[in-house]
């Protein structure tokens, strides 16, 4: 046996040694993507292959915390049902040893290819003292996957402005003839880039140009870039660290967002406007796309922010990924909606029309703590309205949801949500005939808020208790509950 697949197979059987007790954790989402035990971050290699949707992730098999990365492996055949597959990747080869980073796949004459990066620590400063070269994996069946003898197909770093140590992260495509790839990087003064190459054949690689480069306040490093045409635009992904705060924007650690327009694949330059962020809220990074068999763009990302306090981890667990959302471009912007497919988890609806409100009630049967929530709101003479989440009066916790019609916001407000880290965030929002449209997906731990069909999206972790399962609507004054729509959700990844 290969030392790659002896070191899989120590890694799956850590995981099997903790999945029973993960399963029973209280705050183990339900219906979203996560490891069966132990760390997880970005998603990587997200691809239709042979009629199924693949998803693999960063993954620490070891341990709760950040380590030699490996890659987990899940897939689907409707986005909605997930199965667990043998870890794809463990670091075994002197290119990879400290970990095989974020990346992407491709299908090549019937073969699944994973594209990776392989990291190795050179010394003690994490910054500085590391190695990132890309490198490539195969597999006939779409579970297990060889090295190539070709490793690394891109080592060297290219002449001109590009720090020799952060070079990661390829998501690779095919335009025409030829394969294209793109990977995160930084100039030598701390400035995100991102690196564009082609190839004929995947193992060939040529550096074509720096495709695109922060200005002003863009963050030092751009990580996870990925290059797609979305209804006649080209969009460029990426997660950039640093960005400076700015009025409500980018409170995270790290932000990821889009820029759009045209990429010349001649010179290799993509002339685009302004960053856009995907998502508002506190756990939303490192975003990937894929496109199916019926032309969607579909995006996941990790469920998470580096550094942020994930109280899982006593429970042997950490992160998870976003739902599956579909991209369409729309007066200019991106919108993100979630896959119709996720419909079929529902359950009975519980459902409400046209109930005057003001100051605060609940509702009879809209309660739970794993479910969907369709809700319009008539805004009439209120100022500030919305709902509170998985409340739970005894303990004090609650998450809110405020819309407020001077500043045309929606914020979330994790303060009281329980364990975990609090905060708020406010996301643009305009009232639309007087009304606004949320569909809510609260499960176990997380909560994502779909506003207007995907006009903008917030989503995050919380961690209330078991028993915080009160819905609770509110306003300063005369609202209309248009519409209030709760389907229980039986999920069971
Ligand atoms: C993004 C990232 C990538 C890297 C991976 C390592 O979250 O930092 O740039 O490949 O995580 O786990």
Redesign the pocket.
Known sequence: MSLHQTYIEKANSNIEKLRTKVADNHWRLQYHVASQANWI??PNGFVFYDGEYHLFY?HHPYSAE?GP?HWGHVKSKDLANWEHLAIALAPSENYDQD?C??GSAIEKDGKLYLMY?GNTWTGENRDTDLKQVQCLAVSEDGVNFQKLDQNPVISDVPEGNINPNHI??PKVWKNGEHYYCVL?SKTNEETGQILLYRSSNLTDWEFLSIAAKGEGNFGFMW??PDVFHLDGKDVLVM?PQGVKPEGDLYHNLHQSGYVMGTLDYDSGILEHGNFELLDYGFDF??PQTTVDDQGRRIMVA?MAM?ESHMPEKEFDWAGAMTLPRELKLENGKIISKPVPELKALRGEVVQYENSTLKGEKKIPGISGNCYELEVIIQAKIATNFGLKLRVDEENDQETVLSYNVKEETLSFNRDKAGSGPGGIRKAPAQLKDGQLHLRIFVDKSSIEVFVHDGEQVITARIYPSEQATAVSFFADDEIELVTVKKWDINGSI
Do not use: L
Request: aromatic share 26%; charged share 20%.
């Open positions: 971050n970005d960063q950040w990365m970990g980073f974020s990066t990661r992260d995160g990580e996870c997660s990074y490192a990790w580096w």
